[in-house]
Nanobody, 115 residues
């Protein structure tokens, strides 16, 4: 079992920056990927970014060049630095990890981009 706790959600103005954090605990030794998904109102949950234990990253086209995912393999945190935020980035952001053949989810943190 892996437990995930996200933090950092809030209200951001368009064009602004914000950082999300996710702390993993429990059976962290088998974690091979950590990532962020988001779900906007009325839409399906979608991948935002993922990073493997070796540092390989993958981003949704809509956030490439604006968002950066990183991880701390010692503290078992994953971060999402979001720049040039737009109203369409408004969503609940979920942390996700792959471990031991399973995927675990956090409860989500809401990011609202609005003036």
């Amino acid at each position: 079992q892996v437990q995930l706790v996200e933090s950092g959600g809030g209200l951001v103005q368009p064009g602004g920056s914000h950082r999300l954090s996710c702390a993993a605990s429990g059976n962290i030794f088998s974690i091979y990927s950590m990532g962020w998904y988001r779900q906007a109102p009325g839409k399906q949950r979608e991948l935002v970014a993922v990073i493997t234990v070796t540092g390989n990253t993958n981003y949704a086209n809509s956030v490439k060049g604006r968002f950066t995912i990183s991880r701390d393999n010692v503290k078992m945190f994953v971060y999402l630095q979001m720049n040039s935020l737009q109203p369409e980035d408004t969503a609940v952001y979920y942390c996700n990890v792959g471990s031991g053949g399973m995927h675990y989810w956090g409860k989500g943190t809401r990011v609202t981009v609005s003036s």
